[in-house]
């Protein structure tokens, strides 16, 4: 075991002008005043994560009534594609009949 360094006699100064009151009362002091922040932080946060909650709500309303508004145009659109494609075939049938063709040649012709 190695021996230790410096003389066994030496006297110790101790601090004896150390005023312990009010050490613990600043150390307590700040201690409350972090536990004050911390509250203010969490009750901030709570409020927070309220609303992100009404607007996850809200987001998920919009994208719901969007997918409707984007399904609604897209059925109109083939309706008008559909009746445009009905309306240009009554127009051809109408030249073919009006040019001398009858019903059986044009059905010939479609197949």
């Known amino acids: 075991m190695a021996r230790p360094k410096g003389s066994k006699n030496k006297t110790r ?3 004896a002008n150390v ?3 009010a050490v613990v009362a600043e150390k307590t002091a700040e201690k409350e005043k972090i ?5 203010a932080l969490t ?11 009404a607007k996850k709500a809200e987001l998920k309303a919009a994208t719901k ?5 984007e399904n609604k145009k897209a059925a109109v659109e083939a309706k008008a594609a ?3 494609k009905k309306g240009e075939a009554e127009d051809v049938l109408k030249k073919l009949l009006a ?6 040649e044009i059905l010939a012709k479609l197949q």
């Open 65 to 69: 009534e969007l997918t409707k508004a």
């Open 43 to 53: 009750a901030n946060l709570d409020d927070l994560k309220t609303q992100l909650k």
């Open 19 to 21: 005023d312990y009151a």
């Open 99 to 104: 040019s001398g063709m009858t019903a059986e």
């Open 13 to 15: 100064i101790v601090n």
């Open 35 to 39: 536990e004050s922040e911390v509250a």
């Open 82 to 84: 559909e009746e445009a």
